[in-house]
């Protein structure tokens, strides 16, 4: 993660949940330790996970995500959640706050603390570099 943040961007977003509701998506998400990483992006099936998967795992019944069909599976791509915060931003029932941005340079070879403003438009980068 150290690299990968270095190098890539990353976003933090926190969800709109009480303490208590909090701690159960941390419980969730520990039970899910072990499981390998599902190439396939399947999911359907619990025995393989991605990272929003594990995200839509733990938030079940607390956030409610838009799934993408992708190549005939129902998926959450780490852009669908930016795009489903820049569509709710700013409404008193939002589900996520922003906490913050790093934005890659990959012609610097590192990131940068970057505004919230930078996330909302960086859902409009092309393809390649919003999912990667």
Known sequence: LEQAIRRDYAAVL??????EKRALAIVRAFEQIGKPYDFNFDFSTPDKL?????????????????????????MLPAVGIAKQYVKERGRADRQLDFVLFLDADPAEGHAHWASEEAFCESIKRPRA????
Do not use: H, N, W
């Open 129 to 132: 570099l919003a999912e990667r």
């Open 14 to 19: 926190r969800p709109r949940q009480s303490k």
């Open 50 to 74: 991605i990272c929003t998967e594990l995200l839509c795992l733990a938030y079940k019944g607390m956030l409610t995500f838009e799934l993408t069909r992708v190549l005939g599976r129902d």
